[in-house]
């Protein structure tokens, strides 16, 4: 038996029931998701829905901003600003690694340091999702 796949943050491990015991909401909760094409689980062979890691995270933000008063549609709106916005950061410290690395002594150029630098989200909190990852 190969357990190493349950370290995958994308291997569908959580069937339906269990996702929702997790998440504390409704199964009908996590088919809407489903239904409006913004959390589309795997399906099993005998074609019942599967969760990862990933996707109950992304359900999880999104219903903290349904109990915030958001719409579906401005949830998941948020969320994929949210993990543009994340991205974005990831991209700039990683440039800005590169231009501290040319300039010869580990300081970036460009008069900007990290202590000003906004904060990177961290994974719980629905930053840095893979969205695409609910097209599958």
């Known amino acids: 038996m190969d357990v190493s796949k349950l ?11 269990q996702a929702a015991d997790a998440l504390e909401v409704q199964p009908a909760f ?7 094409d913004v959390v589309q689980p795997h399906r099993s062979a005998g074609g019942h829905r599967r ?11 999104l219903r903290e901003l349904f109990d915030d008063g958001m719409t579906l549609a401005a949830a998941d709106r948020i969320v994929r600003l949210e993990t543009e916005l994340a991205e974005s950061q990831a ?4 440039l800005r690694r590169r231009l501290g690395e ?10 900007s340091d ?6 990177e989200r961290t994974e719980g909190d629905g930053a840095g999702q893979d969205l695409d990852s609910h097209a599958q």
């Open 7 to 17: 370290d995958d943050e994308d291997y569908p491990a959580w069937t339906m029931g």
């Open 30 to 36: 996590l088919r809407s998701l489903d239904a409006a």
């Open 51 to 61: 969760y990862s890691r990933r996707q109950l995270r992304l359900a999880a933000r």
């Open 91 to 94: 991209e700039n410290r990683q």
């Open 102 to 111: 040319e300039d010869g002594n580990g300081a970036a150029t460009g008069g």
């Open 114 to 119: 990290s202590a000003n630098a906004p904060t």
